[in-house]
């Protein structure tokens, strides 16, 4: 009697794709290391950013408390995402990633959302900032997001690395902004500039996060990868000698940047399937860089 268990049902054998479902390569220790340092300096940005009554550094310190807790999630989501296919989810939790990242994306809808509302509001009513206070933390803050980015951008496949990216990458820009906001308070007195900055560092993180929640939301969907032309696959493979027609051809990736493709191929006689097989493989490998392929001939 053979074994039927989950383990052996998701084994591959000798001619299937050697295709994990997740990224096995990809390290957590970026994602660990900045999640201490956001996580740390918040504590501290929080404080500061009350006691001196800037919007600029308040928001700052609100994206580094959104960055720990998506830092947090971006790490626990790789780790989930290695984990090994089971009986239950036979396709893995390589989508983990994608969908930390489009939560990711929503809370900072949210955290550019409540910015924008301070903002405006203290327009109508500006409110006495401590400057010298707002340039010192920045500074440190700035320093802090650098490390944190520079740690991060070494991981440019993951979509999760990505999202959280743009969070640290937020942060940064709301440093820079706090940091000219205490400067130009402490030489010229004008509280303008704080809600200003802060609106305007607002818009630029909001353009990234919709980047990343549309990524994420096209991976969700099982989209086509936006490396892959699938009117272009579908005319390959039916030029493919053997091959009469392409039908319930569907291409998607299992995990980010891992491609996937299934589909029916009509040929003209079943015995020469072996091998019109194997040269569909190989086109699809070197034209289009593809290797977790699963076909099925009909005559």
Not at 123 to 137: D, I, K, M
Not at 194 to 208: E, F, G, N, T, Y
Not at 225 to 244: E, F, K, M, R
Request: negative net charge; proline residues 3%; hydrophobic residues 55%.
């Amino acid at each position: 009697m053979q074994n039927h268990d989950s383990t052996h049902l998701h084994a591959h054998l000798d001619g299937d794709a050697q295709h994990a479902h997740f990224n096995e390569h990809r390290s957590q220790a970026a994602l660990a290391v900045a999640l201490a340092l956001t996580l740390g300096f918040a504590v501290i940005e929080v404080g500061a950013g009350f006691i001196a009554n800037s919007l600029a550094l308040i928001s700052d310190a609100g994206h580094m408390v959104t960055d720990a807790a998506a830092l947090g999630l971006a790490l626990l989501a790789q780790l989930i995402a290695k984990r090994r296919p089971s009986a239950r989810y036979s396709f893995g939790f390589g989508r983990a990633e994608a969908l930390a990242a489009f939560v990711n994306g929503l809370a900072m809808l949210l955290v550019v959302g409540w910015i924008v509302f301070e903002a405006v509001h203290r327009f109508a009513a500006p409110e006495p900032v401590q400057g010298g206070t707002v340039l010192v933390v920045a500074a440190i803050g700035l320093c802090i997001n650098l490390l944190v980015a520079w740690s991060l951008s070494r991981d440019k496949e993951s979509l999760n690395t990505r999202a959280a990216l743009v969070h640290v990458l937020g942060d940064l820009l709301g440093s820079v902004a706090a940091l000219i906001a205490g400067g130009v308070i402490m030489a010229t007195g004008w509280m303008q500039i704080d809600p200003i900055l802060s609106l305007l560092v607002s818009l630029l993180i909001l353009k990234s996060t919709i980047s990343i929640l549309r990524d994420s939301f096209h991976h969700l969907m099982e989209g086509v990868p936006g490396s892959a032309d699938y009117t272009q696959i579908g005319a390959d493979l039916a030029a493919v000698p053997g091959v009469l027609s392409v039908h319930d051809l569907h291409v998607w990736e299992m995990s980010p940047g891992q491609p996937a493709l299934i589909g029916h191929l009509q040929i003209d006689d079943l015995q020469q399937w072996p091998a019109i097989l194997e040269r569909v493989k190989a086109m699809l490998r070197t034209r289009h860089g593809i290797d977790h392929i699963t076909l099925q001939a009909e005559p």
